[in-house]
């Protein structure tokens, strides 16, 4: 099972390619794939439960321990990420879907296929992986706030609080326990530990099944998009070139170490796409745009983690040994 865990990791990106052209065409050919909608919070919460998997409960604690990189982590994706989101909006357009859109997709980090992701550009993945729970919590407690502060008065008109609730219940705390409990199971019976292994092969197949059902569902609804969706590309672009090395100055700030510092790099640079569709599908009239703008960013970003994984291990020389994400169990 580890041999093919690694076979599906290090072809993550082409499997992920490969799920979205499927996609577009099943959406272009087969009629009523927008029915797809209904699924996209089951298979995230597959994925999600799957991504926390990973966590050995025990890194929780370290992740915690790890003071400077948890502060680092933090500021850089809520407090220095919206500064640069700040400037960018102010290029787009004043349609205030638009501007969600891009508001909901840059201000959440990503946490789940960052840490695949950052294992190959020798970042401390481990780490970075202990820290989703923490990294997605917060994100869900600060994009109201961030909204309210971006969208002023039209966000209220625009995003409920009911949504956010839901996700957080649903896509967080069941995921979180669930997998807290199969680990804990696998620790005291050899048939939790295989179920665990089994489990443990599936967070690549599993976002490769989000990205379907999520642009099956909105390829056939993109024709009043297509304007909206290409005026966000140059600012999507601006931010994957920017940020990275953002994440990067700001571990040197916090004297992180090389491995560590990559990881702070990665997060800031791959965002939370897919977790904040259920979110964009709630908001009234959002569909097509909204779904539009938010999956643009994730075609934006796959070609973009293409350049990550070649240029971001060069930072701090050649690295340190970076653990398997499996080393820690």
């Not at 209904?38 to 919460?45: D, S, T, Y």
């Not at 804990?184 to 179920?195: D, F, H, K, L, P």
């Not at 931010?239 to 700030?253: D, E, T």
Request: glycine share 6%.
């Amino acid at each position: 099972m580890t041999g093919l865990r690694d076979k599906l990791e290090n072809q993550q990106v082409s499997i992920y390619f490969g799920a979205v052209v499927l996609a577009a065409i099943t959406g272009l050919v087969i009629p009523n794939t927008t029915a797809l909608e209904v699924g996209v919070n089951p298979a995230l919460a597959l994925m999600l439960f799957v991504t926390f998997l990973q966590v050995p409960l025990a890194d929780l604690g370290r992740a915690v321990s790890r003071i400077r990189f948890l502060a680092a982590l933090l500021i850089t994706n809520f407090v220095v990420v919206p500064v640069l989101v700040t400037i960018l909006i102010q290029f787009l357009p004043p349609d205030p879907m638009i501007r969600l859109g891009v508001l909901f997709v840059l201000l959440t980090p990503c946490i789940d296929y960052v840490v695949t992701f950052s294992h190959l550009g020798r970042a401390d993945a481990q780490l970075l992986l202990a820290a989703t729970p923490a990294l997605l919590i917060v994100q869900m407690l600060v994009l109201p706030v961030y909204l309210s502060v971006f969208l002023g008065a039209d966000a209220a008109g625009l995003v409920q609080i009911g949504p956010f609730v839901h996700a957080f219940v649903w896509l967080i705390a069941v995921p979180l326990v669930l997998a807290a409990l199969v680990q804990i199971w696998a620790s005291r019976s050899q048939a939790g530990e295989r179920v665990a292994t089994l489990l443990g092969v599936l967070p690549v197949p599993a976002t490769a099944l989000v990205l379907f059902v999520v642009v099956a569902a909105v390829v056939p609804q993109l024709g009043p998009a297509i304007d909206g969706a290409l005026r966000v590309v140059p600012i999507y672009i601006t931010f994957a070139v920017i940020v990275p090395l953002i994440g990067w100055g700001m571990a040197r700030l916090f004297r992180l170490d090389a491995p560590a510092g990559r990881a702070i790099a990665f997060s800031a640079a791959t965002r939370n796409s897919l977790v904040v569709l259920p979110l964009a599908f709630a908001v009234p009239g959002a569909v097509p745009v909204l779904p539009a703008i938010i999956v643009t960013q994730t075609l934006v970003e796959l070609i973009s983690v293409l350049v990550y994984i070649r240029l971001i291990p060069k930072l701090g020389g050649s690295g340190q040994h970076t653990p398997r994400l499996d080393e820690s169990r």
